[in-house]
């Protein structure tokens, strides 16, 4: 046999065996869930749901890595996922975990009927009539008004119209629903600019909690699973109007995603807003004859559930609940704004966003059940997501608490200790990029790069300092100065390039594209940089040790940095560390950079981020940075156009804050 021969061979048998181990794994998950099925003793259903996670987790690294089998991985893993919901789903039978779906059932019945679902409460003497011997004793909160929202009852009585007035009419809608998420999902991953393997729907597909809410359960957050799919088939698709009625129908199914508005709203556009807030807005009109009764009891579900939370359940001692509920809601709040400042040009951008914001939500709730993790599934096809998958896949353990009516004290350990552990390392991992090897550069040109406006008191003396500098060339960029600043320039020897668009980093970007040098230098022409810390900071990149080399004000003369500029530079390197990993002391205006790295940066930011940016995207792609210490002056002449005003300080602080969170 030839050597091409044996290597098509043994890639042959890798495939078999891959496609073996995988059909070995599910068929092992199959059984499980028919010794699950209808089986309604908590211990076995939590621990068969273990179980199914550690079935799950290899299979979902050998889909997420490819089984390169063409059709073939791909309809096993179909194939499979619904022989699970065939074997967990028992059409007959109340649910084994959970009586929700006598509640859609109930308010199906109340709807057909004619009657406003937000009118009554199940025991309302108005209602007596419609009671039974299959639905209505097994009817949870009967004393409290519907809380779900329009499109969840909406799904109720389709579900009754379709598929008649059983108790699990609803569940077969929601298997429907499921499957064409399914489908949205393929046609995502198919679209994937990186081509990944089709089989990663295994990850949504085979997840346990999928399995055992939706098909054996019934839970209508199957919905949320559609809607969230239809969000990133349609931002992948750029049709941004139908990404709103997207997010619109899984917060019509379930509250909680209506965050996302907010978080995507800057990329989506106003079309995206306007279509959701529309399509939210109109689907309570039927349901406004009992006005803010629409709601349901929905302020008291808030204030009494008090289920199955981490961080709130941890906080509330010390703080109260009242306390914990408003901090954790602020924190949340505060993270949807920063997640609104990210990039969401890829629908893999969207996908961690959404997992981010959705997860925090589970994170920071006093009331989390299981089947509420549905709503991340969706993005782990995507993205890879070993945290969220942890802790969607051992939530069941909250089911526990039915036995004693208190939940374990190691339960909450388990689940979210172990979540926070996996998320911490994942951090820590981002954090240790291996750098990029630098050949040094033989027989570099540099160039230095002075932005100014209005700087004709101070300008002479940094152009005369550039003039004993290691700069081959000086280029002073003139903002539209009004004093004279690019004539006095031109007399004392420099480049000028004019850039009277308003921006600092478009006029950093303007002298950098007016040179051809190998290394450009950037330094404020107000004389607060001095030209003799050129060599050390060139040290380094010239040394091959670097690709940008930052000059660290540590030590600034009295005047030189006013306090709100300490506080600010202190938040931005605070974030760099926290978001990125970057272990810095300063955000400098002086700075220098190899041209092929400022070229590979591609930078986009035109205002007081570009520097951050800088900063940022180095890091990100395991380019080294270096800090080196320079003096720090105080201005040598004319008056401060950001510093020594608060206004235009605090929205440049705003900016660079804003650049840390886009690229986090």
């Known amino acids: 046999m030839s050597v091409s021969g044996a290597l098509r061979s043994g890639g042959t048998h890798a495939r078999n065996g891959r496609l073996v181990a995988l059909a070995l794994l599910g068929v092992l998950m199959l059984a499980l869930q028919l010794r ?6 908590v211990w076995t259903q939590v621990a068969g749901q273990l179980v199914a996670l550690a079935l799950f987790l290899p299979a979902a690294l050998l889909c997420w890595r490819g089984l390169r089998a063409s059709l073939v991985g791909v309809a096993l893993v179909l194939a499979l996922a619904v022989g699970f919901r065939a074997a967990a789903f028992e059409p007959s039978a109340t ?112 997840h346990p909690l999928a399995v055992s809410e939706i098909a054996a359960n019934g839970h209508v957050d199957a919905l949320a699973v559609l809607a969230l799919a239809a969000l990133l088939a349609a931002w992948q698709a750029r049709r941004f109007a139908l990404a709103g009625a997207a997010v619109a129908l899984a917060a019509l199914a ?84 920063l997640v609104a400042l990210r990039e969401h040009d890829t629908v893999e951008q ?58 374990p004290v190691w339960v909450r350990p388990a689940v979210y200790g172990t979540f926070g552990a996996i998320a911490a390392a994942r951090l820590l991992a981002r954090r240790h990029r291996p750098s990029v090897p630098l050949v040094p550069l033989a027989r570099p040109r540099i160039a230095a790069v002075i932005p100014v406006l209005n700087e004709s008191a101070a300008l002479p003396g940094v152009l005369s300092g550039l003039a004993a500098s290691p700069a081959d060339e000086v280029i002073v960029v003139d903002g539209g100065s009004s004093d004279g600043s690019a004539g006095l320039a031109r007399s ?35 004389g607060s940089d001095d030209p003799a810390a050129l060599p050390a900071l060139l040290g380094p990149v010239l040394a091959g040790r670097a690709v940008l080399a ?3 004000r540590t030590r600034p003369e009295p005047g030189a940095l006013l306090p709100h500029q300490r506080l600010g530079n202190r938040l931005v390197v605070g974030l760099l560390r926290l978001v990125h990993g970057v272990s810095l002391r300063d955000v400098p205006p002086m700075r220098a950079i190899r041209r092929d790295a400022l070229e590979a940066l591609a ?15 180095a890091a990100r792609g395991g380019l080294p940075i270096v800090e080196v210490e320079v003096p720090c002056r105080a201005r040598r002449g004319g008056e401060s ?24």
Request: glycine content about 10%; aromatic content about 10%; hydrophobic content about 55%.
């Open 36 to 41: 699950l099925r209808g089986d309604g003793d």
């Open 95 to 206: 649910p084994p975990l959970s009586t929700d779906v006598h509640r859609y059932a109930w308010d199906a019945r109340i709807q057909a009927a004619g009657i406003n679902p937000y009118r009554y409460a199940p025991l309302d003497p108005a209602l007596a009539e419609l009671r039974d011997e299959v639905v209505w004793p097994r009817v949870n909160l009967p004393r409290w008004h519907t809380v779900y929202p329009p499109g969840a009852e909406a799904s109720f009585l389709a579900g009754r119209a379709v598929f008649g007035d059983g108790l699990r009419a609803t569940t077969w809608l929601y298997l429907a629903a499921e499957a064409a998420a399914v489908g949205l999902l393929l046609l995502v991953l198919r679209r994937l600019p990186s081509r990944p393997p089709p089989e990663r729907i295994a990850l949504y597909a085979w």
């Open 254 to 337: 379930k509250l909680g995603p209506i965050l996302l508005l907010p978080a995507l709203a800057r990329r989506g556009g106003p079309r995206f807003a306007l279509v959701a807030l529309a399509l939210c807005a109109l689907a309570y009109v039927p349901y406004l004859s009992v006005g803010w009764g629409a709601l349901g009891d929905l302020r008291d579900y808030v204030e009494r559930q008090r289920f199955g939370g981490s961080l709130w359940w941890a906080l509330s001692p010390l703080t109260g609940k009242t306390g914990a509920t408003v901090l954790l809601g602020a924190g949340l709040v505060v993270l949807v704004a």
């Open 641 to 664: 156009k950001i510093a020594g005003r608060a206004l235009p300080s605090a929205r440049a602080g705003a900016r660079m804050l804003a650049v840390v969170a886009r690229y986090a």
């Open 550 to 552: 930052l000059g660290a």
């Open 492 to 526: 004392l020897g420099a480049k000028v390039v004019v850039e009277t668009r308003r921006g600092y980093g478009r006029a950093c970007a303007a002298g950098a594209a007016a040179t051809d040098a190998d290394i450009v230098v950037f330094l404020d022409g107000d």
């Open 603 to 617: 930078l986009r930011e035109l205002t007081y981020g570009w520097t951050t940016e800088m900063i940022v995207k």
């Open 350 to 407: 969207v996908a961690r966003s959404c997992l981010l914001v959705l997860g925090t939500l589970l994170l920071v709730n006093s009331y989390v059940q299981p089947w509420h993790a549905l709503w991340l599934l969706p993005f782990f096809a995507i993205v890879a997501a070993p945290a969220w998958i942890w802790l969607a896949g051992s939530l069941p353990l909250l089911y526990l608490f039915a036995l004693d009516f208190e939940l």
